[in-house]
């Protein structure tokens, strides 16, 4: 319990986006300073290596980008789940639906949807 506490300590005065962004920042400048030693290397093995430092930075910024995309669409599914139940608990005939879900349908099924989804968007 101590840890979290000292974590939500420097959480509160960082804005996360701006610590991913800042993060993600830092690993571009270190791979153009890798990037530029690249150009500047002269034996073979100094080139691998630096190569392998750029790819393990590619591969870490990757990784941010799909974090950040998986925790926007957990942010919207959580948040479409309780909208829900809140309109379930107050009796209302209306539901959301989480835009980055991915239903499998054929093609009738399929275009059955879009007719109500286009119909029920006129009210």
Do not use: G
Not at 12 to 40: A, G, Y
Not at 102 to 109: E, G, H, Q, V, Y
């Amino acid at each position: 319990m101590y840890w979290y506490a000292c974590i939500e300590k420097k959480w509160r005065h960082l804005d996360p986006v701006n610590f991913v962004m800042k993060q993600v920042e830092r690993l571009e400048l270190q791979r153009t300073r890798l990037r530029k030693q690249l150009d500047n290397a002269e034996s073979f093995q100094e080139k691998i290596a630096i190569e392998k430092f750029i790819l393990n930075l590619d591969v870490k910024i990757a990784n941010f980008q799909i974090r950040l995309i998986e925790a926007k669409s957990n942010i919207h599914r959580e948040t479409a789940n309780k909208i829900n139940q809140w309109f379930e608990k107050e009796k209302k005939s209306m539901r959301v639906i989480s835009p980055d879900v991915f239903l499998k349908a054929s093609n009738k099924a399929r275009e059955k949807i879009y007719k109500i989804y286009s119909e029920d968007m006129k009210f």
